[in-house]
């Protein structure tokens, strides 16, 4: 308290007092009051050490401002324009006598005796039982700030430890000394720094977990017995990977959590075998890519495209010839007009003669803008659908599908009651969350519910090493570890379905006496992005999976299965071939065994008739053949103005 000059303290002798009876604080724990039994004591007390007589008695105000006494002559500390006052003592502390008297309970607002504001001892004027407060102004108390500090400025603090990679590590230096490291270690230790506290408190890793008592009493988690170390005593902290539940915040307090942790369901996967699809779903597969409707648009604009182009040939070239020859002309053309646009649209590219006119040019365009876009497409969702068809697959898709199947449930141990309670009806079966995989491996469950981390773990390969491990060192058979030659992707075959089925926070167990303290230091840091710089820092630490490379190199590799559909419609498409080939050899046979018959040879040829452009040579595998007007061949000379690519028409 600093001191006051006599000038001062004459001058102050003569000043009223004035008491502000409408700021006089709530009325539980009320500011003093000149109608107060201990007013004239604490103004007299005030006036003979030379301080203000109205310093902390005038009810709720910022006593401490532009004055010295404690160092705000310009309010330069935090606390110095916060308003406080005195309070009356008689009021303030609880009194169930008279709460239940008026009616009401211990917090309840039926009289000033049922509740109560924060207070602070006062030794300004050496008064036994004088207390200040600024809560019941509506300030924080940001000039005493011990309760915040003390419990842990200077001093040990004693933590255990245990290493769950890739968040808390151990490693031994040169000087075969433990070293402690990871993203939520250094989140500690930063923590610690950052916080005003001088002399910085030490932290202290004590050798060994969590004591042998605690863990007799807690065998099923020796996470659990850390906490229990620490709410009796042993411990200050325990450094884990610790999971918040009701049972260990029953123990001891926790600090704020520093992140979460996300569970799953992970089952199995399995793929479906050449023998369970059909042929109609083999058949289907070459079509996936397009809905009906998109193929009903593809087929319908080429049926377009094919009609445009007959309407073309016939506006070019007329129509000649009596009704029956003009009509089967017409039908020849427009199946040709078919089989030209489907052809190019397979092939991928338009072959329409672009020399011939204007028309054609605009009609190849055409045709070749929707072969580019269709097919272009088509590629792109083929990928996808294989993409999709090649994921592992499983038999069920959500914690309710096996429930409803019956099917036995591997879950953690410390969360089986959370479970439980949630899911009633499931069948579980509790282990430690590490031991998980390999009990689905040999048949314990037909499914598990894993922590993101742990699923992480595993599809780095973390998990199986740990299993192998212990069969090595002989701590485990081989059947109990499954660890077998040649499966270092043994863990692979797990897949994540449906959706988030629970969070968990995971922070640390405190020293109740330093719950505040660490408190305050841990929301500054995670609020400064303390976590995220570690996590960063320590990013070598996170093990990227080993199944991924291989995963996607199979989804984008094409089977059997997704061929057959192909083959078969191909190979239906070169029988028809075969069929009509067949049909026109015995066609050829017949006609020529007629001709014989009848003693005319030439009744028996046929000719093929091949188009050329006026004016060109034609290929030497062409032979002119002579028909005699016996064999029913009609030809039709060019027209003038008619196209160059349409010469004779023929009639048998």
Known sequence: MAAVSAGGFGLWLFLPVVIASDNSGYPECPCITNSSAKFTQYENALIAAGIRPTYGITGCAAHDSNYSLFGCEQNQASFCQNPWCLVDMDVCPYNRELCEAAGGTLGSDVSPYCRTRGRNPSSLLNISDMHYSYETCDSVNNYDTSDLVEPVV???????ADAWAPWIVKTTNSMNEEVWGGPSFDFLKASLELAVLDPKPILEVVPGWAT???????????????????????FDICIADLWLTPERNQLTTFLPAVRQDFFYLMVKTGSDGAADLTLWQRLAKPFEPFTPGAWGAVVGFLCIMSVLLWLRQVCETGCHGDAKTICKTNVVALLRSLFFVW????????????ESGPVRQIFSLAL??????????????LASVLVIQNSPRASISSIEDAINEGLKICAPTTLIQTFTGVYPQATFVASDIQTLPRMLHAGQCDVMVLSQDVIDRTFAGKVREADCAAYHAGTMTQEEAQCWDGDEQRDCSF??????????????PINDAMVHSLSWAFTSAI???VMEDAKRANSELFAESICAAETDEQDIAMSFDDLSGVMAISFFIVGVGFIVMAARHFQRQRRKSVGEADGNPEEGKVAEVVEVTPGDQPDSHITEVEFPPSAGVTFTDPQPGMASDVIFTKTV
């Open 154 to 160: 200077g001093r040990m603090i004693r933590a255990a």
């Open 212 to 234: 042998q008592q605690s863990r007799e009493k807690y065998p099923e988690s020796s996470y659990t017995a850390c906490v229990h170390d620490v709410a009796i005593g042993n």
């Open 343 to 354: 052809h190019d649209f397979l092939l991928g590219q338009s072959s329409m003669d672009v």
């Open 368 to 381: 070749a803008f929707f072969i580019l876009i269709t097919l272009a497409s088509y590629t792109a969702s």
């Open 495 to 508: 897949l994540k379905v449906g959706d988030l089925l629970w969070s968990v926070p995971l922070s640390f």
């Open 527 to 529: 609020t400064g992005g």
